[in-house]
């Protein structure tokens, strides 16, 4: 399969005061479309700023991100934003649900955004909204749900626009270990069956174990690839 994120020499540092703080060093990974890869290690290794910096939350300090062949640091900032908003989907820890707003209304914030009519996506909403089995609390809010539930409002929200790629950011770090194997069995099974790259930072290692790729980050360098 052709690779749809590639990083090359991917360097990112942060000034904090007079200190200068190298969070990563030297990054090269290809990723393949439809790949599910674990992203492990430590704490301040700096796995989740690879991840913001792949997803166009953060920039690199020097080095290239390429995303579907397309270089990040020659888009402009509109380019960059409708990226983000229609081919990447991002799925936080603690979910960053609006908690006056439904489950449908939630999912339905990125089409909002973009500026698309919801009416068009109204059997996308009842299909994703089937597969991550909440049909039944469409019309609740978050604080009426489950943190696993919550995670699956999400997830979907992540689907609605139809992006190639999503990006989780410890899916499962806020949830009890029965539930959380859950969400991940549901995120394997949206790469299989409608072929989505993902892409996941985590400490488990059982929730790493998903991915068909394990890369080991510690200390800001790549360490090992399994």
């Known amino acids: 399969m052709p690779a749809i994120i590639e990083s090359v020499a991917l360097n990112k540092t942060y000034t904090m005061g007079r200190v200068d703080v190298e969070v990563l060093k030297d990054i090269n990974i290809t990723i393949d479309e439809g790949e599910f890869v674990s992203i492990m290690g430590p704490s301040g290794s700096g796995k989740s700023t690879l991840l ?67 009416k068009d996506y109204k059997k996308e909403l009842d299909n994703i909204l089937e597969i991550v089995g909440l049909t039944d609390r469409r ?45 991940m069995e549901l995120l394997a099974r949206i790469n299989k069956e409608k072929g989505k790259t993902i892409i996941q930072v985590t400490h488990s290692k059982e929730a790493a174990e998903y991915g068909q790729r394990i890369i080991n980050v510690k200390d800001g360098k790549v360490s090992e690839i399994i």
């Open 52 to 118: 913001y910096l792949i997803g166009g939350l953060d920039k690199p300090t020097s080095g290239r991100i390429r995303i579907k062949g397309r270089e990040m640091a020659d888009m402009k900032d509109e380019e960059e934003s409708k990226l983000r908003r229609q081919e990447i989907g991002f799925i936080f820890q603690f979910y960053n649900l609006i908690p006056n707003l439904n489950v449908e209304e939630n999912i339905m914030l990125p089409i909002l955004l973009d500026g698309k009519k919801l």
């Open 139 to 183: 019309h609740h809010t978050p604080r009426e749900l489950s943190g696993g539930q919550q995670q699956r409002v999400a997830i979907a929200r992540a689907l609605i626009n139809e992006p190639d790629i999503i990006l989780a950011d410890e899916p499962i770090g806020n949830l009890d270990s029965k539930t959380g194997m859950e969400v």
